[in-house]
């Protein structure tokens, strides 16, 4: 036999003992666990990088003020940004906050006029912010004054989530108000509501443009939208003429006398919705 017709060489001892170990039903399993650890932490590590904000201070939740406060036992009075109360999230809150030790985290710690911090709450070592459980269960609405996308995006995932499983304020058919009827919207002035509805004509009047759901102007529901917003708009690469025909979702506070509005000031507060998408939910 010549040394190219030499037959293929047998695997050593160790060799055999390495493909073996490498089968064994305790090394697969070993192996499994090992990847799937892997891929939590993957996972967690990309659920956790939203709304991370640099901390500004800790402290052991003492009460809660309302919807939408709570007191340190320290004094402090804390406002949840991002959210919007439902009837239910006084009560939410009472369940989820009092005695629990918080970290606070925000991009700006300045108290407002009355001396409440603005911050996300996060309990414990939890990377989870108390406003994304709230609209998980349907206990909350995304408020859009976050202007950070990325936290931005996954407040309104929760809150989209929640409302696709009817959960909390979500399993009351009339949580989202038809923007063709506007005595029902009209009902609710002063509150913050969500509105869903097909925008039949874009007309400007000076410094504003009005987004109209009704032929009739004077009675129907409309959405305005101030010309110094306008950039906003633009930068998203949405003009306001191109939502003419199109079906939105606004949400804000309603106002007015004759015919119910809502400003819309952030551009969070406009989601564009699909032709064919049922109500209550997002594409």
């Not at 509150?191 to 009675?219: C, D, H, I, P």
């Amino acid at each position: 036999m010549t040394e190219s017709e030499e037959a293929p060489s047998r695997p050593t001892v160790h060799e055999l003992k390495l493909k073996r170990n490498a089968t064994s039903p305790v090394n697969v399993t070993q192996r499994h666990h090992l990847i799937v650890a892997f891929l939590l932490i993957a996972s967690h590590t990309a659920f956790a990088a939203p709304c991370q904000f640099e901390a500004q201070g800790e402290g052991r939740v003492a009460a809660i003020v309302d919807a939408r406060s709570v007191r340190l036992d320290d004094g402090r009075e804390i406002r949840l940004t991002g959210i919007e109360a439902t009837a239910t999230t006084k009560q939410a809150l009472t369940s989820l906050l009092v005695g629990r030790d918080v970290t606070l985290r925000g991009t700006d710690d300045t108290p407002d006029r009355y001396g409440r911090q603005s911050a996300l709450l996060f309990i414990g070592m939890s990377d989870t912010s108390v406003q994304a459980m709230l609209l998980a269960q349907g206990d909350a609405l995304v408020s859009a004054e976050i202007a950070d996308k990325d936290c931005a995006t996954a407040l309104m995932s929760a809150e989209a989530e929640a409302r696709r499983q009817k959960k909390g304020n979500w399993a009351d058919p009339s949580a989202i108000k038809n923007a063709e009827s506007p005595d029902d919207i009209l009902a609710g002035i002063g509150r913050f509501l969500v509105v869903e509805g097909k925008v039949l004509s874009v007309r400007q009047a000076g410094a504003m443009t009005y987004l109209n759901f009704g032929w009739n102007w004077t009675r129907g529901f409309a959405v305005t939208i101030s010309k110094r917003t306008l950039p906003a708009f633009e930068s998203a690469g949405m003009t306001l003429k191109s939502l003419e025909n199109r079906r939105i979702r606004v949400r804000g506070w309603v106002e007015g006398t004759a015919g119910p509005r809502i400003d819309v000031r952030l551009l969070g507060q406009v989601e564009l919705l699909g032709a064919n998408e049922p109500n209550g939910e997002r594409p």
